[in-house]
């Protein structure tokens, strides 16, 4: 999706592993977001950052840490992963106040095995 | 147990035909309510926001209603194309300046030939 870029796109863990995935946006907006999808149920939030320099935790922030490590960069890290947290993620991003749309990036699918 | 909830959970139409999808959410204070589409292996794109005070608003053949005194939303589709099959999410905003979004778990649509 225009203006926001995940890495990766796909990769496969072994339980106990760690990883980063990555969120670039060229829209220079303040607010960054990152979600979990999972098959029958909504879009849920993991973890959000308001402005530069804050992060907040979402409904399900567990097993999750985050960076805020510019206006443009908003990273997800997974310190050990488990199975659970087989999902695909989503990044979007939003004008500073939460009413204008939300834009996502196109995903990364992480299997835990 | 999700606020939102979204019916049908699939619908499969033929091209050039209309269909309308149905919202109902549970929770106030209330925002604003987004309808989004999610093609397969995408980012969800942004068709609709509504405020508490506006009760209809267009993007081209998608029409979203709301009413809020029933906590109801519909989301109207005209002239049905191929690419309109995708999953729609209706959205709502927790609250007003509330950065959590509550995500349904989406309506399947499948345009056939």
């Known amino acids: 999706n225009a203006g926001v870029t995940q890495t990766p796109k796909f990769q496969v863990l072994k339980t106990g592993q760690s990883m980063t995935l990555q969120c670039a946006q060229d829209?220079?907006?303040?607010?960054m977001y990152w979600y979990r999808q999972d098959p029958g149920m909504g879009l849920r939030l993991i973890y959000y950052?308001?402005?530069?320099?804050?992060?907040d935790k979402g409904e399900v922030p567990n097993g999750y840490n985050v960076s805020r490590l510019n206006k443009r960069e908003f990273s997800l890290r997974l310190e050990s992963a488990a199975p659970s947290q087989t999902s695909v993620y989503f990044c979007?991003?939003?004008?500073?106040?939460?009413?204008?749309?939300?834009?996502f990036g196109s995903g990364t699918r992480l299997t835990v095995v | 147990k999700n606020q939102v909830e979204q019916s049908p959970q699939s619908l499969i139409i033929l091209e050039g035909k209309n269909c309308t999808l149905q919202?109902?959410?549970?929770?106030?204070?209330?925002?604003?309510l987004r309808w989004y589409k999610q093609d397969t292996g995408r980012g969800p794109v942004s068709l609709t926001i509504?405020?508490?005070?506006?009760n209809t608003k267009s993007n081209g053949r998608y029409t979203a209603t709301l009413d809020a005194d029933t906590k109801q939303s519909s989301l109207h589709i005209t002239a049905s194309q191929l690419s309109d099959s995708a999953s729609y999410i209706c959205v709502k905003t927790r609250g007003a300046g509330s950065y959590q979004l509550t995500f349904g778990k989406g309506t399947k649509l499948s345009v056939i030939p």
């Open positions: 919202c109902n959410y549970t929770v106030s204070p209330f925002s604003n």
């Open positions: 979007a991003i939003s004008e500073a106040v939460p009413n204008y749309g939300y834009t």
């Open positions: 829209m220079n907006h303040n607010s």
């Open positions: 509504m405020t508490f005070s506006e």
């Open positions: 950052s308001a402005s530069e320099g804050t992060t």
